[in-house]
């Protein structure tokens, strides 16, 4: 019996090696490699930061409009009425007496006429900012509850590796206590210190793999992104044509591409964004603009996010040259040949 016994306790050292190498492999390829990756991809991201955009040329300080003003009043037809104006509230401040009741009654109707446009433009950024404001609000309240979630189960797994860890390995070394009395508690010694590395690096893994989050299913709700990207629109996704017209017009500084071209290609380009690859599937389209929602995951929201908020700061940019124009009015800035 004695003989025997140090024979087995090598083959069972051996089985163990054994599976111990088999274990560490299979971590690294199936949990160390993603992560890898991840850096890797943050790594490049790192010399695209920060975010590029086209800038603005609008300067309220200035005697005349900028460029970006001056092509916003063609997009809404009114350059013509602010010319006119412009040289009618000219002609007015120098003699108030200069004009006759006709061309007062001119000035009155150029003046109503370009502010209920510029009122109706400001409105219609308003309109459309309303349904990425609130689409925006969704996705944050998804984030959040998603994150914690994905948080509670990390913190879970590790909470459990701790327990394991703890009590495994006091039992294991209480098992070695007796080992000179009674040699044959080695042996469960050994297993139970086994089991006390195995079961820890198990519940770690787990929570390796929640990094990422879990995949929730919802129903179809299509966003903002959708006619971007020439999806159906119903009424509350339509962009009103003033912001449309912005979106698909090449700014006077900058690229030559238009904004929605300019955003597109940028959201390609970021490594942050990574459901959205230089030659788009139909599948990450329909997920990006919800038409499809069987797999929303942690980093789908972000993307989404990501996406809606540049749609939003680009719409929010036309205010910038609106009040250029509505300073045209009040007789603070010229345009065209008025200037």
């Known amino acids: 019996m004695r003989s025997n016994f140090p024979r087995r306790t090598d083959k069972a050292k051996s089985r163990i090696v054994a599976f111990l190498a088999v274990f560490s492999v299979a971590q690294q390829t199936i949990f160390v ?3 890898q990756s991840t850096n890797v991809q943050l790594t490049k991201k790192k010399s695209q930061l920060p975010f590029e955009y086209i800038p603005y040329i609008s300067d309220v300080h200035s005697a005349g409009v900028s460029a970006e003003a001056t092509q916003l009043a063609q997009q809404l037809k009114i350059t013509d009425s602010l010319v006119e104006l412009s040289k009618l509230k000219k002609a007015r401040l120098a003699d108030k007496n200069s004009l006759s009741r006709e061309e007062l009654d001119r000035y009155r109707d150029l003046r109503e006429d ?4 510029i009122e109706q433009t400001r409105l219609e950024v308003d309109f459309a900012q309303a349904e990425l404001a609130r689409e925006i609000a969704v996705h944050d309240e998804l ?6 979630d994905r948080n509670r189960k990390v913190n879970l797994s590790n909470a459990w590796g701790y327990r394991t860890n703890g009590v495994l390995w006091a039992a294991a070394e209480g098992l070695t206590i007796p080992t000179y009395a009674q040699p044959k508690y080695s042996i469960s010694s050994g297993i139970v210190g086994i089991i006390a590395g195995l079961a820890p690096s198990a519940f770690s893994l787990y929570a390796l793999r929640q990094d990422s989050g879990a995949r929730f299913e919802r129903k179809p709700h299509p966003n903002m992104l959708s006619k971007i990207f020439n999806y159906h ?6 962009y009103p044509e003033s912001v449309w017209t912005w979106l698909n ?7 030559k591409v238009t904004r929605l071209e300019f955003m597109i290609d940028w959201w390609q380009k970021d490594g942050n964004i990574r459901y959205l690859s230089t030659k788009p599937s139909h599948s990450q389209l329909d997920l990006l603009t919800a038409t499809v ?3 929303l995951t ?10 809606l908020r540049t749609v939003e700061a680009t719409i929010l940019g036309m205010n910038r040259p609106l009040l250029e124009l509505m300073m045209v009015v009040r007789g603070t800035k010229t345009i065209g040949s008025a200037q």
């Open 33 to 35: 490699s993603p992560v």
């Open 233 to 238: 629109v119903t009424p509350e996704l339509e």
């Open 249 to 255: 017009s090449q700014a006077p500084a900058g690229p």
């Open 298 to 307: 942690i980093q789908l929201i972000s993307d989404r996010l990501a996406m």
């Open 114 to 117: 370009v502010t209920e446009t």
């Open 293 to 295: 929602q069987d797999e």
């Open 143 to 148: 984030l959040a509850a998603y994150t914690a």
